[in-house]
């Protein structure tokens, strides 16, 4: 069975930073497309860093330049490090693997049947 579980989640004010960490047991990330989602309230899931087996990554235009994702392979872990918060990333943040094509997201929440994903971890970023 495979199983993802994110950490690193919390409060912190605007300007802070940061780590987020998903450990996953049942499958090997190296061999893995992984990547980071979000969901605000009111707001569709949303992706905002994804790195693929090749080592290409993603940003969204919402965190690029802020948010760094990176794969430790030795502890099957992949981290988003998000630095320069701001309110508006506030948002229940989820790990995914092997995740679907933007286009398979049709119901706005951060769950497909294609794929692994985690439960989230929250992260509330105050002014």
């Known amino acids: 069975e495979v199983q993802l579980v994110e950490s690193g989640g919390g409060s912190v004010q605007a300007g802070g930073s940061l780590r987020l960490s998903c450990t996953g047991s049942?499958?090997?990330?190296?061999?893995?497309?992984m990547a980071w989602y979000r969901q605000a309230q009111r707001n569709p899931c949303e992706r905002v860093s994804s790195?693929?087996?090749?080592?290409?990554?993603y940003y969204s235009d919402s965190v690029k330049g802020r948010f760094t994702i990176s794969l430790d392979n030795a502890k099957n872990t992949v981290e988003l490090q998000m630095n320069s918060l701001e309110p508006e990333d506030t948002a229940k943040y989820y790990c995914?693997?092997?995740?679907?094509?933007?286009?398979?997201?049709?119901?706005?929440?951060?769950?497909?049947?294609?794929?692994?994903w985690g439960r989230g971890t929250q992260v509330t970023v105050s002014s």
């Open positions: 049942g499958l090997t990330f190296l061999a893995s497309d």
């Open positions: 790195i693929r087996t090749d080592g290409d990554t």
């Open positions: 995914a693997a092997d995740f679907p094509p933007d286009n398979m997201m049709t119901d706005g929440s951060c769950w497909n049947s294609f794929g692994y």
